[in-house]
C-alpha cells in the first residue's frame, strides 16, 4: 500500500514536471505560451460633456469632428488642454460646461434659420455672460472639420468701438468730431505709429466710405451709427493707433491664429482675423462695465465623485465704468436706429460688413447676455471668399451686410435666450463728462 502511493507520485510529479516543460517550452518551434496569450484590452469609460444644470451634451473623446457641438468641444478641448494636458489621458470624466441647452438650442435655430449646414459660408456664433466670462452657446451652421484654433473671420466695422472707447477714454465727447470726407488718405508715413513706434501709414493708399454722404459733420456718435470708414481712420490717426490697439487688448480681443494683433493703419477698419467668442467677450466687457472677464467653456471635471480640476471665472477691471457707460449708450443708439431697431429691453450692438464683403458681423449686448455673430469664410475653411450675387438659406443676396442674415440671427437667439429672464437697465452715460463737444466741434 505504501508503495503504490510512492509509485503513483512519483507519476503525478513526473506529468506535472511535463507539463510545466511544455508550458516553458511550447510545442516545436512556437514561442511559450504565456506569450501567445491573447490579452484583453483595457476598457476606458467614456468621458462626457455635461450642461450647466449637469444634463448630458454628448460623450466626449477628443475627437471635435463627429461633435454634434464641434465649436463647442474644440474650444473645451483648447481649454483643458491649456489647464492640464494629462486630463485627456484620462477616461470616464464628467466635465462639466457653462453651456445652457436651452440658449444652445435657440442658437442654433436661428443659425439654421437663415443658413443652410451646404451653404458655402460658414456662420457661427456665440453667447457669453458678461462680469463671468461663462460662454453659455457656441454654434456653427455645420460641422467644423479639421479646425485648428478659433475660427479667423476678418472682424470688419465692429472693430470701431475699440477706437470709439479709446477717444473717450482721452477725453472726447460725443459731439467731437470732423468735417466729412468721402475719401481718406494718410498725409505721411509718420500718421500711423504702432505699439513699437514704427511708422506704418501708407500715403498711397485711399479708403472710402462704402456708402455716401450723410452730413457736413461727423461726430463720434454719428460716425459709429454709419460705422464711417474715413470718419474712424482719422480718429485713429487724431488718437494714435497703438491706443486702439491696446483698448482691443485690453477689453479681450486676439486673433484667431493665436499670433499677436495686426497693426496696421487700417486697424480701426477690422483688418484682424477673430473667433466670435473673443469679439464677444470684448463687447461683454463694455456690457460688464469696464470688467473683462476670459471665456471659459468648463467649470469641473470629475472622476466619479472625486474633483480633479476647478475654474473659477478669471476677471480683471480694464476700463473705467463711465466710458464703458458712454460706449454702451451710443452702441444703444445705434442699434435703436438700425434695421434690428432692438430687443424690447435695454440693448447695444454694432453690425459690420468687411470691404470686399469677405464676411459680416453682428455683436451686441444686454446687461446680462452678449452675442457675436458671423458668416463668411473663415480660415482654415477656403474655396469661398465674397459674399455677393450668392444664395444663402435658400434666399438670393445681392451683398450680405451685418444687418440682412447676422443681425437677424443675433436678434432672434437673443431674444429667445432672455425669454423670461428679468429686464435689466443699462447705467445712463455721464453727460456731464461725456455729453457735448470739446474740442473738435463744427464750426
Known amino acids: 500500500m505504501n508503495l503504490l502511493r510512492v509509485v503513483t507520485g512519483v507519476v503525478a510529479a513526473g506529468a506535472l514536471a511535463a507539463g510545466t516543460f511544455l508550458l516553458i517550452r511550447g510545442a516545436e518551434g512556437e514561442a511559450p505560451a504565456r506569450d501567445r496569450l491573447v490579452v484583453a484590452p483595457t476598457v476606458v469609460r467614456p468621458s462626457v460633456l455635461v450642461d450647466v444644470n449637469g444634463a448630458v451634451l454628448e460623450e466626449f473623446s477628443g475627437d471635435c469632428a463627429t461633435s ?120 505721411s508715413f509718420q500718421a500711423f505709429k504702432d505699439c513699437e513706434g514704427r511708422a506704418v501709414a501708407d500715403p498711397a493708399h485711399s479708403v472710402r466710405n462704402r456708402k455716401g454722404d450723410h452730413g457736413a459733420f461727423t461726430t463720434l456718435r454719428s460716425g459709429t451709427w454709419a460705422a464711417e470708414n474715413t470718419f474712424f481712420l482719422k480718429l485713429s490717426e487724431k488718437i494714435g493707433l497703438c491706443e486702439s490697439v491696446t483698448m482691443a487688448r485690453r477689453l479681450g480681443l486676439a486673433r484667431a491664429d493665436g499670433t499677436p494683433l495686426r497693426e496696421y493703419e487700417t486697424f480701426t477698419l477690422g483688418v484682424n482675423e477673430v473667433d466670435p467668442v473673443e469679439v464677444a467677450t470684448t463687447y461683454a466687457t463694455l456690457a460688464a462695465r469696464g470688467k473683462r472677464c476670459e471665456p471659459m467653456t468648463v467649470t ?80 482654415p475653411e477656403a474655396g469661398f471668399h465674397r459674399l455677393v ?55
Open 68 to 187: 454634434r457641438f464641434s465649436y463647442l468641444c474644440f474650444r473645451v478641448l483648447d481649454d483643458l488642454l491649456a489647464a492640464d494636458k494629462e486630463l485627456l489621458a484620462r477616461g470616464g470624466l464628467t466635465i462639466e460646461t457653462t453651456v445652457d441647452q436651452r440658449l444652445q438650442q435657440a442658437a442654433q435655430q436661428a443659425v439654421d434659420g437663415r443658413v443652410r449646414h451646404d451653404d458655402l459660408p460658414l456662420a457661427a456664433q456665440a453667447l457669453l455672460v458678461p462680469g463671468t466670462g461663462e460662454i453659455r452657446a457656441m454654434v456653427t451652421s455645420r460641422p467644423l472639420i479639421g479646425k485648428k484654433g478659433g475660427l479667423g473671420y476678418q472682424q470688419g466695422p465692429t472693430a470701431m468701438v475699440y477706437t470709439l472707447a479709446a477717444a473717450l477714454e482721452k477725453g472726447l465727447r460725443f459731439e467731437d468730431g470732423f468735417p466729412y470726407t468721402d475719401q481718406y488718405r494718410a498725409p
Open 300 to 379: 469641473e471635471v470629475r472622476d466619479g465623485a472625486k474633483v480633479l480640476r476647478s475654474f473659477v471665472p478669471r476677471c480683471e477691471q480694464v476700463l473705467d465704468a463711465a466710458v464703458a457707460d458712454a460706449v454702451t449708450g451710443v452702441l444703444a443708439d445705434a442699434l435703436a436706429r438700425s434695421p434690428l431697431k432692438g430687443l424690447g429691453r435695454d440693448a447695444a450692438g454694432m453690425a459690420g460688413t468687411t470691404d470686399g464683403y469677405g464676411s459680416a458681423w453682428y455683436v451686441g449686448y444686454t446687461p446680462d447676455l452678449a452675442s457675436a455673430v458671423a458668416i463668411g469664410a473663415p480660415r
Open 389 to 443: 450675387d450668392i444664395t444663402i438659406g435658400g434666399r438670393r443676396y445681392a451683398y450680405v451686410e451685418g444687418t440682412s442674415i447676422p443681425g437677424p440671427i443675433w436678434k432672434d437667439s437673443m431674444t429667445a435666450g432672455l425669454r423670461g429672464l428679468p429686464e435689466t437697465a443699462f447705467t445712463e452715460p455721464d453727460t456731464s463728462r461725456f455729453g457735448g463737444c470739446r474740442d473738435g466741434c463744427p464750426k
